[in-house]
């Protein structure tokens, strides 16, 4: 059996070195490909991702895993090794390649259309390829297999070893607070003032800030850096080599900064699991949901929290006297979380954000389910963000085309951005009771205390336990949403009197 | 045999997409691989050279090969493609893996051995691992098999079909003649004011006009890009993504420019050659030679000419007025081309650069044939030094230490240096042929005039030819040096007055 572990651990280094190859294929194209080169660039990464499927479903991998019948005698590292190359395994073996192909081939198509029906602003563009990604996202259910719920194989290659039952049962515990509290701020009649986010504020002066954010958060980058694309995100090509992106808009504060501290929670994640799981498949996040909390936790608990700007704000102003000599820290503080509910989720402040979300699950779960079709998906949308959100969409492009997730198929990844956001507000509880000078250390601009105490907690387990069991270990409890709303009406009702 | 040759393309496609990724490993690694990742990014190139190596030397691709008896009967490019894939197969086959792997070990070792004793500037710490790798590079000789000399299949590596007697005889034929101009311009007693080159020219504006110059020379930046690195080079990601990296000294015009035309003239080739052989083995530089005579035509021949500042010194002298205001064309003409035996190769002049290149080969010959140890080498070296440069190392860290190439056993390459000299003097005289008013299209910034007919005669072609084939297809003839020579006698008697 040990010399079938260790084969197997040779496998997935392979597996790794790949897969952080085909990380830094990606990573170039986002941020340095030449343009006539796409096409090449797709080729090299269809065959980087056919190397990959070859050895993730090889049948040795299958033989070595049937001679480790009993996981339970292993070490804790040994056995969440073989989970989770059994899982791997099981997953990517299940799906006839065909499957696979026809679905990156949809895929592609989809976005096509969904670019135009964007731009014309009419969903009925889109809608044939959407049906046919939904057609094959069902078949894949299918293949992969469920008991439950259609969703629950989905939700899955997201949010491992979560069901969608529960992800409802956490969604109807949090809504009606959540509903309550965005009524009350409404009805509180105080508008933040914002105006002062969309003066001028100078590209390299917005990285120089951000790098020092990074610095302070205990970002490393002696195994990482940080470079600009039009969509930020983060990717490991190695262990010590975690990369961030983001992008800058000179007039809107909040893109750049609140972008880089985002994707730095995620590259502090990223590189702590490398840390304590070496080159093996558990070197990374134990789930989206925690990797989203990790990354919102950073963004919006600290990041827009008040004793983080009391420190950096001085030194925020100091970069950009003539957009902030009139504006205090109140003003500031209050404008960055300002509340208003939007149609455009990407644009949501933290509180209404969750209602997008709640939204597209609704939405997502009754397409798989079969009783919404996608011709009344418009209709649907529309009603939908009547109810949660008080707005009506003027068009298509507001509404049902503004995400690009459902032209690849990526059905069940939506709702681990509210996970993350759960997830984000009970840690930060966790580690205020076993911090109780958290906040006086973090306006002095200790933010190592943060990142030691997820490191600790969180980071270094990597994929040792699912999110689930993993947040019971660093908590105490089991994820619940009342975290997040005590947060919530703390914060908001300070800033709106609510 | 259609089916074998296209099976072959096939495998040559996976080869070529693999080789980009390994060229894409690398030039990450040179220009931005965060400082912690390099061991991890070794491994991933140390997977990818293991894949290529498998496909490379597939017993398939022997038997594919085999079923293709007469390429005689193919179409050139076929022929070709044959000729060349077995050639690789060969060459790659004969070598046994074990060899291969403790060269690389060897090579390795030998770096860092090499590093303390340059620092130390003491060759006795060098010598037992150089010994080491010219005992592993003989046995590469016996493996790949020669029938008149060891040193054949080493140049072959650089120089395919290039016999070291024919070498040989080249450079027999040029060095009294540069002896000869050597000796003119020493005594001719002038001395070109070289002094303004050490001002001060800032960073960001030598970039400018680098970027500037390679749109002019018709470097495609849609398919390439420009990037700073320790040591400038050209690498292919792509057919359509050939990218140059470069250096800037601030304190030292010279390595920023003619560096950064020097890797343009290399893009170039690269960028035609993928344009006229598709995605193929043929799409690539005839021979290292032939590559550096496209690199040394721009940099040299026409990068340091008359006509190309005539059009050019206006231009930069805007960009450093302070620098350059008390420095006239001609004055600033024999500055940059100014003659000067210096102990170190990379920072010859065009005249006596070839001189080194000559001490090397013959070293590179006895010490292979067994006439000189690796023991005797300072010794020997100073001696060719004083004979050819009339200067004598007052270290070895000045002299047999100065070049990094034997630690890695790349014995053999460094006479492709002076090949694409000679190369590009006699390809510029055709050029001169054909385009009667081309150093007057020159002076006007008409550099698309090169470009078009490199590219007609010598890009698009690829690896279809052997360079010396294509060299008498492009000019006529076969190399010649006599075209070198006539080249810097020309040029050097109007600066010198010699």
Redesign the interface.
Same mark, same amino acid.
């Given at each position: 059996m040990n010399e079938a572990l260790s084969r197997l651990k040779e496998m997935d280094t392979?597996i790794q070195? +790949?897969s952080?190859?085909e990380a =830094? =294929?990606s990573w !170039?194209q986002e941020t %340095? =490909?030449?343009? =006539?080169?796409v &096409? &090449? @660039?797709s /080729?090299?990464l269809s +065959?980087?991702a056919g +190397?990959l499927h070859d050895r993730i479903t090889a049948e040795q991998a299958g033989e070595l895993l049937a001679k480790i019948p009993a996981p339970e005698g292993l070490p804790d590292a040994d056995r969440a090794f073989v989970r989770e190359f059994a899982r791997r395994y099981d997953r990517k073996t299940r799906v006839p390649k065909k499957l696979v192909v026809e679905l990156a081939r949809q895929g592609a198509l989809s976005q096509n259309r969904w670019v135009e029906a964007r731009s014309a602003s009419d969903f009925s563009i889109f809608a044939p390829s959407l049906e046919a990604v939904v057609s094959l996202v069902r078949e894949m259910a299918s293949a992969l297999g469920w008991e439950e719920q259609a969703y629950d194989p989905l939700l899955d290659e997201y949010e491992p070893y979560m069901k969608t039952q529960e992800l409802e049962r956490i969604f109807a515990a949090f809504l009606p607070r959540l509903k309550g509290l965005v009524a009350r701020i409404a009805a509180a009649g105080r508008e933040p003032d914002t105006a002062f986010l969309s003066r001028s504020f100078p590209l390299a002066l917005q990285e120089k800030f951000g790098r020092q954010v990074l610095e302070a958060m205990g970002y !490393?980058? #002696? #195994?990482? /850096?940080l470079d600009v694309s039009a969509h930020p995100f983060t990717t490991k +090509? %190695?262990?010590? !080599?975690v @990369?961030l992106t983001t992008r800058y808009n000179p007039e809107y504060f909040n893109s750049g900064i609140f972008g880089t501290i985002h994707e730095g929670g995620h590259g502090i994640y990223e590189q702590g699991a490398g840390a304590g799981q070496g !080159?093996t498949l558990l070197a990374d996040g134990a789930s989206m949901g925690m990797h989203e909390s990790q990354s919102r936790l950073y963004e919006n608990v600290i990041g827009r929290s008040l004793p983080f700007w009391k420190y950096f704000y001085p030194r925020l102003r100091e970069l950009f006297p003539a957009a902030l000599k009139d504006v205090d820290l109140k003003t500031f503080y209050r404008g960055i979380n300002a509340v208003r509910p939007s149609l455009i989720r990407v644009e949501a402040d933290e509180v209404t954000y969750n209602l997008h979300i709640v939204l597209r699950f609704n939405l997502e779960k009754a397409l798989l389910e079969g009783s919404l079709a996608v011709r009344d998906l418009p209709e649907a949308w529309n009603q939908q963000s009547a109810e949660l959100l008080g707005l009506m969409p003027p068009g298509d492009a507001e509404g049902v085309l503004q995400d690009i997730h459902w032209c690849w198929g990526a059905i069940g990844y939506f709702p681990t951005y509210t996970l993350g956001n759960l997830y984000s507000a009970q840690l930060y509880a966790a580690m205020q009771r076993d911090l109780p000078d958290l906040e006086k250390e973090v306006a002095k601009g200790n933010l190592e205390i943060v990142r030691a105490w997820l490191a600790e907690k969180i980071h270094k387990a990597g994929r040792l336990y699912p999110a689930g069991e993993l947040c019971l270990r660093a908590t105490g409890e089991e994820l619940d949403p009342a975290y997040f709303m005590d947060y919530l009406e703390a914060k908001y009702s300070e800033i709106y009197g609510s």
């Open positions: 392979e070195h +790949l952080h190859i =830094l =294929l !170039d %340095g =490909l030449p343009p =006539l080169a &096409e &090449e @660039r /080729r090299q +065959l980087i +190397l !490393d980058f #002696r #195994r990482g /850096r +090509l %190695g262990n010590a !080599d @990369r !080159d």
